[in-house]
């Protein structure tokens, strides 16, 4: 997608994503076969459900069909969220990561694999898990030493909310 078209297509689909109570995070027109697919990428700090997703999605299918922006080709337009492993990019991605377990490039060379604590406006306290039964330790990382992040999926880790439950459970028993 040329930079043109991509310029022209934030300056359009922003606004009405915003509208919407979400932020625009990424767009991409890719070539698949003779069609072409417009795939936008929303979030916010509370999530967007499949609710929000369809709501989006029918605005921005009404903004695109008045207006030239695609051209006259057909398209597919494919709107989501970014994924179980995001790249972090922006400050309000570490903030929506907080609690998270993230790969981090660091700018010093080698990487990183911690959970984000607490993120401000210069930079992220971390816990490092503890290697072999050590215990975690605790980190403090600027913004200007990471040069790439991406949150990391867990899938033996248990949340807060279903600790709690099962501290309830136990406590009846």
């Not at 300056?11 to 070539?31: K, R, W």
């Not at 700018?107 to 816990?127: F, N, S």
């Not at 880790?157 to 406590?171: T, W």
Request: glycine residues 8%; aromatic residues 2%.
């Amino acid at each position: 997608m040329s930079t043109t078209q991509s310029e022209r297509l934030r300056t359009l689909l922003e606004p009405l994503v915003s509208s919407q109570g979400l932020d625009l995070e990424e767009i991409a027109v890719d070539s698949v076969g003779r069609r072409r697919v417009l795939r936008v990428v929303v979030d916010s700090d509370t999530g967007a459900d499949l609710d929000r997703i369809a709501d989006v999605s029918r605005v921005l299918s009404a903004k695109l069909d008045e207006t030239d922006a695609m051209g006259s080709g057909e398209y597919t337009l494919e709107v989501g969220t970014p994924g179980a492993e995001r790249l972090l990019t922006e400050h309000r991605h570490y903030v929506r990561a907080t609690g998270r377990l993230v790969r981090f490039q660091l700018a010093e060379g080698g990487e990183l694999v911690a959970r984000i604590l607490d993120v401000d406006d210069d930079g992220l306290d971390l816990e490092v898990p503890g290697v072999k039964g050590r215990k975690a330790t605790a980190r403090r990382l600027a913004f200007d030493d990471i040069t790439r992040a991406r949150v990391q999926v867990e899938f033996n880790r248990k949340d807060d909310a279903s600790d709690k439950k099962d501290d309830e459970k136990e406590e009846e028993a």
